[in-house]
């Protein structure tokens, strides 16, 4: 979104704020995106989580490459790291 598209956006919602109601709704709804944010990356955490203990013991899962590539790629935009490599040796 750009700046202009977020200025237009916050002041359609100014707009449509006069009573405590609306107002009550749109934060509402505000709300109800930052937890679906905060349970997208609480997920995202999990998995990268798992990817790690599962690597470091790798004897107890080496059978489970599969599962650690998915789990990688599930996630590949959201890491600082990029596992595309991993992932395709991984699936070898």
Known sequence: ???E??????QEI???CTTPGQA?????AAMAGLYAELDRQ?????????VAAMALNQRLFKDNKTFIAD??????GM???RWDD???ELRK
């Not at 598209?5 to 916050?10: A, Y």
């Not at 009550?24 to 509402?28: E, F, N, P, T």
Request: overall charge positive.
């Open 5 to 10: 598209e977020e200025l237009v956006f916050l």
């Open 24 to 28: 009550g709704k749109v934060i509402g």
């Open 71 to 76: 789990k990688l790629e599930k996630h590949s």
């Open 14 to 16: 100014r707009a449509y």
């Open 86 to 88: 991993q992932i395709k």
């Open 42 to 50: 609480r997920g995202h955490a999990v998995d990268m989580e798992t």
């Open 79 to 81: 890491n600082s790291l």
């Open 1 to 3: 979104m750009t700046y």
